[in-house]
Structures are given as C-alpha cells and as structure tokens.
Nanobody
Framework: QVQLVESGGGLVQAGGSLRVSCAAS????????MGWYRQAPGKQRELVAA???????NYADSVKGRFTISRDNAKNTVSLQMNSLKPEDTAVYFC??????????WGQGTQVTVSS
C-alpha cells in the first residue's frame, strides 16, 4: 500500500503561481511514475503532468510551458509548479503514483482555484 498526502493549492488570481506537492509513504520502493491529475466540475479527470523514476516527463498540451513537474526520489515526493495560471486551470488536483506492482494510488485531492 502507498499513501499519498498532498499539500499546497489554494486561491490565486489569473497570471499568478501556485505549487502543489505530494509525499508518498508506505510501499514506495521502485515507484514507477508519479504525477498529477485534475478534475474540474462536470468534467472527467485528466492527466496534467507525470514523471517516471528515470526523470522522463510528459505534460498535457494545455499546461506545457506553464507547469513544471519535479520529483525527489530520495524523499518520495513530487511537486508541480504552476505559473501563468488561468481560470480554466481551476480544478481539484490529485496526486497519483504507479507502484512497482503497476497498481495506481491516489491522493485525496487539493483544490486550486484561479480567479479572473
């Protein structure tokens, strides 16, 4: 079992920045991938950014150039720096990881609200 605890998020004006972080605990050996998804009201959950244990990253087209994902393998943490935020970035952001067993784990979610 892996437990994911998120921190950060909140309310920011359009054009501002926020950082969300996630700490993994439990069976964290060899986590294959860590990342962030988001879900806006009435919409499906979507991938925002992910990073593998060798540092490979991928981003949703809508956040490329604005968001940066980073990972500390020693501390089993993943962070998402979000710059130039837009109202359409408003959503609940969920931390996700893929364990060595390929099982997916999810955090409880943290609200990010961008006002116009």
């Amino acid at each position: 079992q892996v437990q994911l605890v998120e921190s950060g998020g909140g309310l920011v004006q359009a054009g501002g920045s926020l950082r969300v972080s996630c700490a993994a605990s439990g069976s964290v050996f060899g986590l294959r991938r860590m990342g962030w998804y988001r879900q806006a009201p009435g919409k499906q959950r979507e991938l925002v950014a992910a990073i593998t244990n060798d540092g490979s990253t991928n981003y949703a087209d809508s956040v490329k150039g604005r968001f940066t994902i980073s990972r500390d393998n020693a501390k089993n943490t993943v962070s998402l720096q979000m710059n130039s935020l837009k109202p359409e970035d408003t959503a609940v952001y969920f931390c996700n990881c893929v364990a060595m067993s390929y099982r997916n784990y999810w955090g409880q979610g943290t609200q990010v609200t961008v006002s116009s």
